[in-house]
């Protein structure tokens, strides 16, 4: 009869438990969306949603165009540019 060679040593064994309950760890994640509900609830209720409505409202066609740089501020961009890619820091 053969035998199935087991090296327990070799093969990973799961993270021993740390003695936290299951449950616990649940409860945390439950409380944690609890909170971010609840922040989220209180914005609106401070602030209201006028901005937030604003802002999906508003075309982005109508956002106005930035004025163009100046021409030495063109060229300072440039430069600052091309030495970040000659230093491997790219943009």
């Known amino acids: 009869m053969?035998?199935?060679?087991?090296?327990?040593?070799d093969v990973p064994q799961p993270p021993r438990p740390n003695g936290e309950h299951p449950v616990v760890a649940v409860i945390a994640i439950v409380a944690i969306i609890l909170?971010?509900?609840l922040i989220?609830?209180?914005?609106?209720?401070?602030?209201?949603?006028?901005?937030?409505?604003?802002?999906i409202a508003e075309p982005a066609a109508e956002a106005e165009a930035p004025a163009?740089?100046?021409?030495?501020?063109?060229?300072?961009?440039?430069?600052v540019t091309s030495s970040r890619?000659?230093?491997?820091?790219?943009?």
């Not at 053969?2 to 040593?9: N, P």
């Open 68 to 79: 163009p740089k100046p021409a030495d501020e063109r060229e300072l961009d440039e430069a």
């Open 2 to 9: 053969g035998h199935a060679v087991t090296h327990d040593h």
């Open 85 to 91: 890619w000659a230093t491997g820091l790219s943009p």
């Open 40 to 55: 989220s609830w209180a914005r609106v209720e401070v602030h209201g949603t006028g901005d937030i409505e604003a802002a």
């Open 35 to 37: 909170a971010i509900l």
